[in-house]
């Protein structure tokens, strides 16, 4: 395992900076303004795994585990407290040093966003991106539990994927965004990093255990 083991961050933003980290880092990947439906999808699914980012650490959107591969140089990780997953049908809890507390760490938001927005797209659970695509979130939770991607009973991660993503497309949070990208001299550069609130500036702080709902993802 060459990956760097850092020290867990909780790194909580105001719904405006994960919307707008969001926008940004979806039109720097694919060139295109997204719809607000895709967007919805990847915030539902970010407030469900992270409590709104309440419970997010080292900017890991949605709750990637970290699984040691070959040519893992460069890359980070965490562990993290009371882990916990279904297993035949009871609910198990992991702690450090157990493989189960191991997560993927990003430096910044931005970093964390273009990393989750790639493994859902190419990669174990691609087969779920139709449904960021077309902007439908129980489809999306379906095609999820169908690929492994959570332990959790899908009605419930559908009832709050459906909650959080009707949420959101009553909210302007996504509009003023897209009005920054389309007019920066208006509006002045985007900054994709802007600082968390409570002055989270670095990985090497440490922080509580972990408060997430659903099992990490591998």
């Known amino acids: 395992m060459t990956a760097t083991l850092?020290?867990?961050?909780?790194?909580s933003y105001t719904l405006n900076q994960v919307i707008a980290a969001m926008v940004e880092g979806w039109f720097k990947k694919f060139g295109e303004i997204p719809r607000k439906e895709s967007i919805g999808v990847l915030y539902a699914q970010n407030a469900l795994e992270t409590g709104g980012t309440v419970a997010m650490w080292n900017n890991n959107i949605g709750n990637v585990k970290?699984?040691?591969h070959a040519g893992d140089e460069g890359?980070?990780?965490m562990m993290l407290a009371n882990v916990w997953e279904i297993v035949g049908g009871k609910k198990v809890i992991f702690q450090p040093p157990h493989p189960a507390t191991?997560?993927?760490?990003?430096?910044t938001l931005a970093d964390g966003i273009a990393e989750h927005m790639d493994f859902l797209r190419n990669h174990r659970y691609k087969t779920a991106w139709s449904a960021v695509d077309a902007g439908n979130p129980a489809a999306f939770a379906h095609l999820l539990k169908i690929a492994g991607y959570y332990t959790a009973p899908e009605a419930d991660y559908v009832r709050l994927m459906n909650y959080y993503f009707a949420k959101f497309m009553k909210d302007t949070t996504y509009e003023a965004a897209v009005a920054k990208i389309l007019s920066p001299a208006t509006n002045g550069p985007f900054n994709p990093n802007p600082?968390?609130?409570?002055?989270i500036g670095s990985i090497f702080n440490v922080f509580g255990p972990?408060?997430?709902f659903f099992r990490p993802k591998t």
């Open 66 to 68: 970290y699984v040691p």
């Open 195 to 199: 600082p968390a609130p409570g002055g």
């Open 6 to 11: 850092v020290p867990t961050v909780r790194t």
């Open 75 to 77: 890359l980070f990780y």
């Open 210 to 212: 972990l408060l997430g």
């Open 102 to 107: 191991w997560f993927r760490a990003f430096p």
